[in-house]
């Protein structure tokens, strides 16, 4: 069981963790809301059902009761007529010489309205007296009659009948009263001598009906009453009982103790108050169809469901209401993170709404999004200033080496008195150097870095005596572009020293400036010895060494790092080569003119 | 709110709408059948211990079926004109159905033919022949002859004088054909008496001295009176047997007084108490059919045997 629960529990966690704050928030209210609705509901309905159980059992009982008062009132109001007569009158009289029907009169007439008539019976079943009718039928048999038996067998009782129809009397009016017997057995004394008798009292049976029909019990309840065997005395329905069109479980709840019971008769379910009238033994028995107290149950269901429904569609609407209130800032918040961990560090875009808390942490965000994009740019400026720094350095550090070489050439023309070509040289250096100085910028016309290219090729060309020929050449509209300072010296140098130096032919180097849109094209080629298409594909490549001939494609690198910092990643250099048939090194750069804007 | 959720919010409010007023209905339908019956009961004589009985079956099933009952006793007996103005009458009043018991088995079946067109019709004690939706409440009419005509029978006598007065009525009609049936190779005598009491009590007189000594068989109570006093009043009758249909109070003391030698009884309360059930079932579209009311042949030595006791003496509320 436990075991049970917990894995229960763990699934729903699993499940929860998979789905959003406010589908969990949604459910996680709604469920609590409406158990503790059902709950409340529930427990109404139950109150509510065994409060009109309750209610019921108390109001049958409480009726019950009276009606047992009223019954029980009149039963020994009838008692106390027998005692009159058998104790005031017949104990008292001398049948020999005394008549009893004057005081018997009396008390008939006293009584007329519940009694029918009232007799004296010797054993035999003569009459000795009666009122108001005195003359036996013909047909009338006293002595097998039930009233007349139940006395002579059990004399210190009264006996009460069930009802029947009353035939001792001749009627002129042809009269036939339902009755109740009510039978003593007694003594009578005639000229000193004591006999016995039986003396009868017949009730009227609607003084019963009476004490039993007007009581109201709601709705199909009822009343009705039988004997200790369970012969029926009085029921509202005793002639269609009598007709065997319905049937009552009389017989059973003679058997009932008193008090209140459920029973099920003919498919009906039934709740059952007995009394017992004391004396008599009599059963009187309220009975209530349960359906008379559940009749309103489904109704109430339905309208308790429907209300149940209602509140909990409010309930999913609230709590829908309050979880986006509370999940749609956050989730905005955190689509915003996931936005800057793409790299928008936009930080307008960085949502700050909802509740006071979520709005300070956005602004926190923000805040740190803002720092952040600060200390990146400063980050950066730093390592662009670093890696120019770098870069110039190299650049810097070429120049000794060349100067060193080309002052030498110019000591030995000057020993070998080859003034012209010295003065020469030393002009094309000095343009060289005032071309590199550039008052220290580090962006020229093309015009000026082919100028520069144009002196260290004269140089160079004097140096290595006339090995190879060199061109240069610039369409009109490059002249004016700018472009980084001495790119293309180091793709001429790489020229000489790798394409041309070992070569046993005359080498040639051609340099070309060119424009297509808004593209500015300076190719530098030989007619070296070349290099295969990986060869030339993995010098400009990242993090590679070429270990092939002399250089190690520190200067290809420089010149391409140099104008990707300054012009971007789409421009930089591009190496067109065949073996043995020379090579193309192409400077890709923006047709932009000296002042800034476009050409 | 998104507009969506607007509209899935105010299609669910009117769902819970619709619901409630749903239940709304079901509820006062509820009520509505609990609603109570006009009902009209028309007897085909004036009112008559027998009737009396009826009446207190048909107002027991009035209370226990929620039925407004307006009972019509006629003028004088077996007048069928008046019976056939007071059943147009009671259908164009309104009710929702009729209870009438036909003193004419033939010149009926047209009016109660038209009015099942329009509203239930229930037969009581007597009947119609020809119409498929009427119901009829009664006793088995001939099972009920046949078993008084073998009391009659048992008593002995070639000479058996059947009377009646209301020949007409199917009940009489049916309770006369098996009585005759019942006593083949006996003299069965049928005489049909006036239908003004006084007048067939002078006849039931005159016949019983007619046939001192005969059997005589009545088909009605009233007639069964007048024959049973005939009998009591002439000392020449002395040794007429007498057997009938039907009880009043003194039709059971003559019994009682040996004066009338047994009775065929109907169970009248139970015939009230159907007759209205009858025509409710009918008015809610319920055909559970005809029901039959149960009879007794009582003799003076069993009447107070408590099942003939229940029936022979009803309770007077």
Redesign the interface.
Known sequence: MENQFRKTTERVRRFLRKRSLQFTLSISFTVVAVVGMALVGVSLAMRYVSSTEELTTRNNQRIVDQVNINLDSYLRGMMRVSDSIYYSVIKNADLKKDSISGPMSLLYETNHDQIISVGVFSETGKVIAAEPLSDL???ADVTHQAWFRNAEARIENLHFSTP??E?LFQ?PD???H?VVSLSRYVELTSAGTITHGVLLVDMN??GI?QICSNVDLGKSSYIYITDGSGEIIYHP????I????IHENNRKAAGYQDGTRSEIFENEERLVTVKTVGYTGWKIVAVTPTKDITENYY?YT??AL?CA??AS?LLI?VN??LSSRIATPIKQLERSVKNIEDGDLDETKITVSGSYEVRHLGKTIRSMVREMKHLMSDIVREQESKRKSELDALQSQINPHFLYNTLDAIVWMIENENYRDAETMVTSLARLFRISLSKGRNIVTVADELKHVQNYLIIEKMRFKNKFEFTIEAEPETRACSTIKLIVQPLVENSIHHGLESMDEDGEIRVRAYRRGEDLYIDVTDNGLGMPKEQAESLLKEGTVTVHGKGSGIGLKNVQERIRLYFGREYGLTILSEPDEGTTVRIHLPARPMDGGTA | ?SKK?IVL?LS?LTL?LL??LV?NRS?RV?QDAKQTYEVSVICRSENTETWSTVK??ID?AAKDRNVDVSFITLSGRNNAAEQVTLLNREVENGADAVVIAPVDSGSLVKPIADALKKIPVVAVQSTVTGLSGLETVSCDNAAMGKALAREVAKSGGSEVVVLGNSAGCSNVAASARAIESELKGRNVVFRNLPDEIGKAADMAGQTLAEHPGDTFVALDAETLEAVGQAKKDRKECRNSKIFGVGRT??V??FL??GVVDAVAVE?D??MG??CIQAAVDRIGRRDDGSPVV?YRIVS?SDM?R?EN???L???V?
């Open positions: 039928k013909e047909t029947h129809v035939n009627d042809n009269k036939y339902w049976f609607s009906e329905r005793q002639e269609l009598y007709s065997n069109l109704q339905l309208f429907l429904a209602f569609f609407f829908m209401f | 709110m959720k919010f669910f819970f619901c409630y239940l509820i509820t207190q079956g027991q109070n003194k059971v003391s009682e007084e169970n309360y139970n108490y159907l149960n003076r107070y408590p006791e229940r029936i003496f009803p309770f509320r």
